[in-house]
């Protein structure tokens, strides 16, 4: 679980997550600023924040002065220590945490670590949660962020790579041509995992 640490840069607020609603929670941890691309993005896309169970937070380590509600500081890295790729990270690190909220409970879906700032990472998260509650394949292919029906190996279609995927997890971006991410192969609303 999170430290309660955490706190909103707007109004100082301890962030409590059993208190968010259940559903995906976007946490887009960057060292943003109201100049930011990310954050201009998002306020372009005001429907995000209207939709009752998608929650998008941005975590920075530094204090800044701000007007949006949903930017919360956190000095210490209380949020690496929630998410398996970054658990043991010491520094700081710019990443996307896609995370299924259920009461108290937050389970791990997926990180991006790094992501490429030039992109539009906003219509990324919105495309993926559309994703992750459609269920369908489309003539057998699948989409990031869409729900692993079966454990196995699976095919990107676009460069051949091979990731074996557990049943229930999420499909991932492929690792190779970047299917899935803005800019890749493929793109997060296109099919390209493909079961063998």
């Not at 201009?40 to 005001?46: A, I």
């Not at 700032?117 to 699948?142: C, H, R, V």
């Not at 790579?161 to 493929?186: D, H, R």
Request: charged share 25%.
């Amino acid at each position: 679980m999170i430290a309660n640490n955490l706190t909103f840069l707007k109004d100082g607020a301890t962030l409590e997550i059993d208190k968010l609603p259940d559903g995906l929670l976007i946490l887009i941890n960057s060292r943003i600023n109201e100049d930011s691309k990310l954050l201009k993005e998002y306020k372009q896309n005001e429907s995000l924040g209207k939709i009752a169970d998608l929650t998008i937070l941005f975590a920075t380590d530094t204090e800044i002065s701000t007007t949006s509600n949903n930017i919360i500081l956190d000095k210490q890295g209380s949020i690496h220590s929630i998410c398996p790729p970054l658990a043991n990270m010491k520094d700081f690190c710019e990443s996307i945490m896609y995370f299924k909220k259920t009461g108290s409970d937050l389970k791990h879906l997926y990180t991006k670590i790094k992501p490429e700032k030039t992109e539009n990472w906003i219509a990324s998260i919105s495309q993926f949660y559309e994703n992750y509650n459609n269920p369908n394949s489309t003539d057998g292919l699948w989409k990031f962020g869409q729900i692993v029906p079966s454990s196995g190996e699976y095919l990107c279609s676009d460069c051949g790579y091979i990731m074996t995927l557990e049943e229930g997890s999420i499909f991932p971006s492929c690792e190779v041509c970047l299917s899935g991410e803005p800019g890749g192969a493929s793109e997060t609303d296109q099919e390209f995992w493909k079961k063998l």
